[in-house]
């Protein structure tokens, strides 16, 4: 391979490696503290604040243009929003934007108000998406949450209709585990603490900074998932009574004052949908039938599809061969009624039935974020047995900072103590070391926030690893070259030579590594778990920066700068 072809190869992998990196360095080194504290925040608190401050910048604006000021300069989206609608209205723009005209721009306060505090809703989020996608700490370096579920048996009996044995709780609470482990730690390197707690509790420690919407993004709700029959004609009757009755129909709990309004089999239960805050929002009440249709533990999978014909978005999830011959049976009974998705007591989604269905089910109508919102609540939703949250708090790290600052410094004097070793030792040769090593810790740690891994003190023992590893892969080519320079080798030969005949060596090396980081990643669990794939990880990274950039340094050093001499060390001419 030309010279060219591995420069653009080396210079594409950087830039990739930067913008996977980028997230990582602006979150913690370019986002203010207060912006993290907003963006860290729940969406309830989010909402309030947005609310809030909207209002108060609305009246400031109000205020100012009584005075005849212009809009102060932290509202200049409300100008720009102001320009927008003048030109979509073909309006001559006024000869000044000052507080007054933005205003008047406007059909009503309310639409200045949303336009502010959509403003503050979008910076946030953003940041919020941010703070997802960068690299996170591990609980020994900076805590987490620390949460205690417990299992509703009482609720696992009602649903199987039977009383429950020791083997079924036992069975309930080992799956609870295993869901919440793969929803949890996908990749090994989030390292969670996940384990029972008496007969039917779940203890969990969630690494990273505590969001308290973190939890109710794993466990989605008690977890209680099932589909039921829509009963329309009940579902009108109880609306008429209930729109004549507003405040006589539902007791504080949500149940009938008067049980005879609607069929004893029917249950009202509420309607939610997702409002600009991703909070469910009520928009009203139907009726379903008690009887479960389908339960959510018969889904394997659920994903978006775009439909063939008007390129609108789907959802389709498959089920198991048990569920299939069940929704067989409702939909072949029930085509052209409705089917509602109810997830803890919550009507999630309604669909009509167009025909009989086995395996795999199609769901229509619904916007994007609708549809994602879907598949994701069928995606995991559906949980063995319900879980509760009993207990919910959030637990230092359990280094301190003083600890952390201690640990980095020696990180950073170690890898400075090789490199100026190499330097010394080997010369200009060093250099080349050096920048590869460089390129190394960049690569690796851009690999770690590609895939938002978590950084542990056993993932950084990982990564030191495949530095030392490293090193010694340029150890080992330099010293062939010594020898092909002993043998009265040109520089080109030299350098030819020392990398072939150290290529297997290293590969050997690094091969036998990746196959023990293998076989740990798989049969380990937790910390050990996380130090295997951050070995897996440095094991490719070092064989490319020793292999593939050292190479390119020492071919342009000759080829482009015409260097005839190789500095190597102090007794090597």
Not at 177 to 206: C, H, K, M, W
Not at 501 to 527: C, E, H, R, V, Y
């Amino acid at each position: 391979m030309s010279k060219r072809y591995r420069f653009i190869i080396i210079l594409v992998t950087v830039v990739i490696c930067f913008v996977f990196l980028y997230p990582t360095i602006r979150w913690y080194y370019m986002v203010p503290k207060e912006d993290k504290a907003q963006a860290l925040s729940s969406r309830e608190q989010i909402k309030i604040y947005a609310s809030q401050t909207a209002q108060a910048d609305l009246q400031q604006l109000i205020e100012t243009a009584k005075a005849d000021g212009e809009v102060p300069p932290g509202l200049s989206p409300v100008v720009s929003a102001a320009k927008h609608i003048q030109r979509d209205a073909k309006l001559p723009a006024p000869s000044q934007w000052d507080a007054g005209a933005v205003l008047s721009t406007f059909s009503s306060r309310r639409e200045a108000l949303e336009v502010i505090e959509s403003n503050y809703r979008e910076k946030i989020f953003k940041l919020k998406d941010l703070q997802k996608n960068a690299v996170q700490l591990g609980l020994d370096l900076s805590g987490g949450l620390s949460i205690v579920l417990q299992a509703d048996m009482e609720a696992l009996k009602e649903r199987l209709g039977r009383n429950l044995n020791d083997d079924d709780r036992e069975d309930a609470v080992n799956r609870a585990l295993e869901v919440l482990n793969s929803r949890i730690d996908r990749f090994g390197l989030t390292e969670p603490v996940i384990r029972r707690q008496g007969a039917d509790r779940i203890y969990v420690e969630i690494p990273g900074t505590a969001d308290p919407e973190r939890i109710n993004s794993i466990i989605m709700g008690k977890g209680g998932l099932a589909f039921h029959l829509v009963d329309t004609e009940a579902a009108a009757t109880f609306n008429q009574y209930y729109t004549a009755h507003p405040t006589t129909t539902l007791d504080s709990q949500g149940n009938l004052l008067d049980p005879t309004i609607v069929p004893s089999d029917v249950r009202i239960l509420g309607v939610y949908t997702k409002d600009r805050y991703g909070l469910d929002e009520f928009t009203g009440y139907t009726a379903v039938k008690k009887e479960v249709g389908l339960d959510g533990n018969h889904i394997k999978n659920a994903l978006v599809e775009r439909n063939n014909l008007d390129g609108k978005p789907e959802v389709t999830f498959m089920l198991d061969s048990e569920g299939g011959e069940l929704f067989y049976k409702l939909t072949s009974a029930n085509v052209g009624k409705s089917l509602a998705i109810v997830l803890d007591d919550r009507v999630k989604s309604q669909a009509t039935i167009q025909t009989a269905i086995r395996d795999a089910v199609r769901l229509t109508g619904f916007s994007a974020d609708e549809a994602n919102n879907i598949a994701l609540t069928l995606r995991t939703a559906a949980l063995p047995v319900e879980l509760e949250v009993v207990t919910q708090q959030s637990i230092g790290a359990s280094m301190g900072e003083d600890t952390i600052r201690q640990g980095l410094y020696a990180l950073i004097g170690g890898l400075v103590a090789v490199m100026i070793f190499m330097l010394m030792y080997y010369k200009g040769a060093g250099i080349n070391a050096v920048v590869a090593q460089i390129l190394n810790i960049y690569f690796m740690f851009s690999v770690l926030s590609a895939f938002n891994f978590t950084l542990t003190l056993p993932s950084i023992a990982g990564f030191i690893l495949t530095i030392g590893m490293a090193v010694d892969a340029n150890v080992i080519v330099f010293e062939r070259m010594k020898e092909e320079l002993r043998l009265g080798k040109s520089r080109k030969a030299a350098i030819d030579a020392g990398f072939d005949k150290a290529f297997w060596a290293i590969m050997d090396s690094n091969i036998t590594t990746f196959i023990a980081a293998l076989f740990l990643s798989q049969l380990g669990s937790g910390p050990i778990q996380g130090f295997a794939v951050s070995l897996a990880i440095g094991v490719f990274s070092s064989v490319f920066t020793a292999l593939f950039v050292s190479r390119l340094i020492f071919d342009f050093d000759t080829d482009v700068l015409g260097s005839k001499r190789l500095s190597l060390s102090w007794r090597t001419k």
